[in-house]
T-cell receptor, first 113, second 116 residues
Framework: AQSVTQLGSHVSVSEGALVLLRCNYS??????LFWYVQYPNQGLQLLLK??????LVKGINGFEAEFKKSETSFHLTKPSAHMSDAAEYFC???????????FGKGTRLSVIA | GAVVSQHPSRVICKSGTSVKIECRSL??????MFWYRQFPKQSLMLMAT?????????EQGVEKDKFLINHASLTLSTLTVTSAHPEDSSFYIC????????????FGPGTRLTVT
């Protein structure tokens, strides 16, 4: 079975500071991994995904994530936070593109001016 | 990119009534759609997998007689909450799987259901 653990339900950073959102996964097979962003009362927007190609994945809005098999991690980073990055972020895993996603509990990112 | 729509975006209904939520894939065909439920400040929980032309597959603990799913065409799945109770109030999100190429899932904007 697949599972995702997001460390830290709330992360607060200053504008311009590094953003680091942590995600660890558990999977019995090589996983597909995703990061989604959700703004209040909206659906999910895909930031980036890992599907067994390059381990460093670049996404939209300047975000990137690195797949580290040895650490079973897929942390999300952005070099410089913007106010518009304040939102809820979800890490998700699936064993294949054909099965539903299993989501982590989410991390709320606050950006302080 | 692929677009998934949901209708309505918000709905308020009285206890005991039924509410239907539509999920449409606008520019691709989806034999499989997924319905998720999200409580305030919590993650998404998979409710069921909707399969075109066949019965939906429900997750453990989800009442299939209460949450009726119909996937009558390759672009439309509906979720009907029957005999709604206040505890059914939640944010319902669907996703549709693009069957061509990438097998990627695209999410709808969600439907906020409030049962009074």
């Amino acid at each position: 079975a697949q599972s995702v653990t997001q460390l830290g339900s709330h992360v607060s950073v200053s504008e311009g500071a590094l953003v680091l959102l942590r995600c660890n996964y558990s999977s019995s097979v090589p996983p597909y991994l995703f990061w989604y962003v959700q703004y209040p009362n909206q659906g999910l927007q895909l930031l980036l995904k890992y599907t067994s190609a390059a381990t460093l994945v670049k996404g939209i809005n300047g975000f990137e994530a690195e797949f580290k098999k040895s650490e079973t991690s897929f942390h999300l980073t952005k070099p410089s936070a913007h106010m518009s990055d304040a939102a809820e972020y979800f890490c998700a895993v699936t064993p294949s593109g054909n099965t539903p996603l299993v989501f982590g509990k989410g991390t709320r990112l606050s950006v302080i001016a | 990119g692929a677009v998934v729509s949901q209708h309505p975006s918000r709905v308020i209904c009285k206890s005991g009534t039924s509410v239907k939520i539509e999920c449409r894939s606008l520019d691709f065909q989806a034999t499989t759609m997924f319905w998720y439920r999200q409580f305030p400040k919590q993650s998404l929980m998979l409710m069921a997998t909707s399969n075109e032309g066949s019965k939906a597959t429900y997750e453990q603990g989800v009442e299939k007689d209460k949450f009726l799913i119909n996937h009558a065409s390759l672009t439309l799945s509906t979720l009907t909450v029957t005999s709604a109770h206040p505890e059914d109030s939640s944010f319902y999100i669907c996703s549709a799987r693009d069957e061509t190429g990438k097998h990627e899932q695209y999410f709808g904007p969600g439907t906020r259901l409030t049962v009074t």
